[in-house]
């Protein structure tokens, strides 16, 4: 399967086929690893995939009741954290919330580019960034298990509306 372009989450494309692309990635991902993907952990995925946006668990959690599966928070939780878990999202800390992975299946370094006015997010590869936060850490004896990089800015086309 493709990599998705990061750019695609600020510009017009074909949403339909992106979100199609990573369900079916994920699918394959959890067969492959024996995960169960069970309905709501599905549904959840296809919630976060809706939009190149990180909503919150309790956002997630109400669409998840709309749709019969429960209005208590767990139920989300449970749902986020086993995508997290699996490589199939990740929690974007800035804004407290969860964004389904653009690369899921493969080891990587992700950088959340975050515009500050539509919060849309885009995920690119920050590989080039760990290596030198590694080599950083690694110069005082520290080693570094999980890192999170975000970058707080304005998408293009928030910036071509600004005044």
């Known amino acids: 399967m493709t990599r998705p372009d990061p750019a695609a989450a600020f510009h017009d494309h074909d949403h339909a086929a992106c979100a199609s692309d990573a369900l079916a990635q994920a699918e394959e991902l959890c067969a492959q690893t024996g995960a169960r ?3 709501v ?11 190149h946006r990180a909503l919150g668990a309790y956002e997630v959690l109400e669409k998840l009741a709309e749709d019969g599966f429960g209005k208590q928070p767990p139920v989300a939780y449970r749902a986020l954290e086993f995508l997290v878990e699996q490589g199939l999202a990740h929690r974007v800390r800035r804004l407290n919330a969860f964004a389904a992975c653009t690369h899921p299946g493969s080891a990587h370094a992700p950088v959340f580019l975050i515009c500050s006015t539509c919060d849309a997010v885009a995920e690119t590869s920050g590989q080039s960034l760990r290596t030198a936060l590694d080599a950083a850490a690694e ?16 998408c293009p086309k928030c910036r071509e509306t600004r005044p």
């Open 37 to 39: 993907f069970t309905p």
């Open 41 to 51: 952990r599905r549904r959840t995925l296809e919630i976060l995939l809706a939009e």
């Open 139 to 154: 110069g005082i004896g520290f080693s570094v298990e999980r890192a999170n990089i975000e970058a707080i800015g304005q």
